[in-house]
């Protein structure tokens, strides 16, 4: 399974713990957003997670779980598939070329 956590971390050399850690405090921001809904008796959560919406339907046996994507990631994993562009790899390609393009002109 890929992990996301460990791929952001070293994209942003950010370590996995404090990633870790931020994800944790993402729970808690959860259960308050659910706390609150319970409390003002709504059935469905909405909640904007950064890379789409996610959507929990309270019941009191059980909880269902539904995520939409937002255009930007909706448009990521469409230019994968359709166009097969890696914008990880993108992104690396340009940001080398800007790297070695600037150092050139410090030399010139």
């Given amino acids: 399974m890929n992990n996301l956590i460990e791929d952001i971390s070293k994209l942003t050399t950010i370590p996995d713990k404090v990633l870790n850690k931020l994800v944790s405090k993402s729970f808690y921001c959860i259960s308050d957003i ?3 809904a319970i409390l003002e008796n709504k059935k469905v959560v909405e909640i904007e ?3 789409g919406t996610l959507y929990l339907e309270l019941n ?3 909880v269902r779980y ?3 994507p937002n255009k930007e990631l909706e448009s990521a994993v469409k230019n994968t598939i359709v166009n ?3 914008l990880l790899q993108d ?3 340009m940001i ?3 790297r070695v393009t ?3 002109k410090e030399l010139v």
């Fill in 34 to 36: 659910i706390e609150d």
């Fill in 84 to 86: 097969k562009r890696n």
């Fill in 49 to 51: 997670i950064g890379i």
């Fill in 66 to 68: 539904k995520f939409i």
């Fill in 96 to 98: 080398l070329v800007n």
């Fill in 91 to 93: 992104t690396l390609e």
């Fill in 60 to 62: 009191s046996d059980n």
């Fill in 102 to 104: 600037d150092t050139y």
